[in-house]
């Protein structure tokens, strides 16, 4: 996995609304020493990375069009570690399914989901404020922070 004892990684998110997905993102990036890209400018050749971290908020029960349609774009064979995040109203993996699919069908080994929730006001949660108000938080980056600790002791 290590290229001359140093993993190569790179963390592609999309961040909407409230910039939650960002914060998740910002944090494990930082353990991992992983370059920090928006979709948008992500490169369209992962060639040389070891790890590659793949999130968003999730929306409607899945991760942001944008993403998604990224890694459709992917050549297949890519043959690299991934892992999964995002941030949602629920702060659960279940809205990873469709991209863990994706991901697998295009090659890549998932080898850790983080959720966590984040600040949701979107449809019906206007009505009411929104839920988990002032999320992610401090707890939740430490735990993203172990997260990325983790997945670097798992794949040394």
């Known amino acids: 996995m290590y290229v001359d004892g140093n993993m190569k990684a790179l963390v592609i998110y999309e ?5 939650n997905t960002a914060k998740i993102a910002e944090a494990i990036s930082e ?3 992983a370059r920090l890209v928006r979709v948008a400018a992500a490169p369209t050749s992962l060639e040389g990375y070891d790890l590659v971290g793949f999130g968003s908020g ?3 029960g899945g991760h942001h069009r944008k993403l998604l349609d990224f890694v459709e ?6 043959l690299r570690a991934a892992f999964i995040f995002s941030t949602s ?3 659960k993996t279940n809205g990873h399914r469709a991209l863990r699919r994706l991901l697998g069908r ?3 080994d998932i080898v850790g989901d983080f959720a966590c929730p984040g600040y949701d006001r979107f449809g019906l949660l206007r009505l009411i404020g929104g839920v988990y108000k002032g999320r992610p938080g401090d707890k939740d980056i430490t735990n993203a922070k172990k997260f990325a600790e983790d997945l670097k ?3 040394e």
């Open 15 to 19: 961040s909407q609304h409230h910039g």
């Open 31 to 33: 353990v991992l020493g």
């Open 58 to 60: 999730i929306f409607y």
């Open 73 to 78: 774009r992917l050549d297949g064979g890519q």
């Open 89 to 91: 109203g629920s702060g």
């Open 106 to 108: 295009k090659g890549f």
């Open 153 to 155: 002791r798992k794949l």
